[in-house]
């Protein structure tokens, strides 16, 4: 299995750009977190979804951010417009029905 | 702040030597998850603990899950280099099964 995939691993972009962060999850796992990293507040959850609906945005820090889960094998999490305040590492993550967690490599994203 | 807190934030020792980890909360987690993340990867899941007073032990690493679940330590034994990472506590929320992560505790094994 190739595991939670990601893309791009890394993103630099200008403040006020659009940036879309993808996710594939494991083949078979109907569960699906978008996390973020930084050195001030760890890790975070943003969102998750459950066979593909969203079922906790709590953590989406702002109207600028947005996720979504057409089909049970691809994710994105999208922010416009993107502030320097966004970068972070982006983890994507997915589990079957709440068991282990399987994290991708991460999205690190600068915005300059 | 964060809910479960991690200490130390940073740990150096020389090979061979032994070291504990602690992850604390004043909440009660149903369990008590903890990961290893290696540089410009995503946190590996190394083991869930359930029950109070639990006590697992993975080759060199020992956990243990305090009696009213509401803390944790890491123990490693005679610490190798290839345990140099990031250890992350994280603890599920017996309400709405909700993970909550740790600030993560920086591990460094010298040669």
């Known amino acids: 299995d190739a595991g939670v995939i990601q893309s791009p691993r890394h993103e630099v972009t200008e403040m006020g750009q659009e940036v879309t962060l993808r996710c594939k999850p494991i083949?078979?796992?109907?569960?699906l977190f978008w996390y973020r990293q930084t050195m001030m507040r760890g890790l975070e959850l943003l969102i998750y979804f459950n066979n593909n609906v969203p079922i906790d945005d709590s953590g989406m820090p702002e109207d600028r951010f947005s996720a979504k889960m057409p089909n049970a094998s691809f994710s994105t999490l999208k922010i416009q417009p993107s502030e320097p305040r966004d970068s972070a590492v982006y983890f994507c993550?997915?589990?079957?029905?709440?068991?282990?967690?399987?994290f991708g490599s991460g999205t690190q994203l600068s915005v300059l | 702040t964060q809910l479960l807190e991690q200490s130390p934030q940073f740990l150096s020792i020389q090979e061979g030597e032994n070291l504990t980890v602690y992850c604390n909360s004043s909440s009660v987690f149903s369990s008590l998850q903890w990961y290893r993340q290696e540089p410009g990867e995503g946190p590996v899941l190394l083991v869930t603990v359930v029950t109070g007073g639990e006590v697992k032990k993975l080759k060199r690493l020992t956990f243990q899950f305090g009696d009213a679940r509401k803390d944790s330590s890491l123990h490693i034994t005679a610490a190798q280099p290839g345990d140099t990472g990031l250890y992350l506590c994280a603890g599920e929320a017996s309400v709405d099964y909700k993970l909550s992560f740790g600030a993560g505790t920086t591990v460094t094994v010298r040669a």
């Open positions: 083949s078979g796992h109907n569960s």
């Open positions: 993550a997915s589990s079957l029905s709440g068991g282990k967690l399987f």
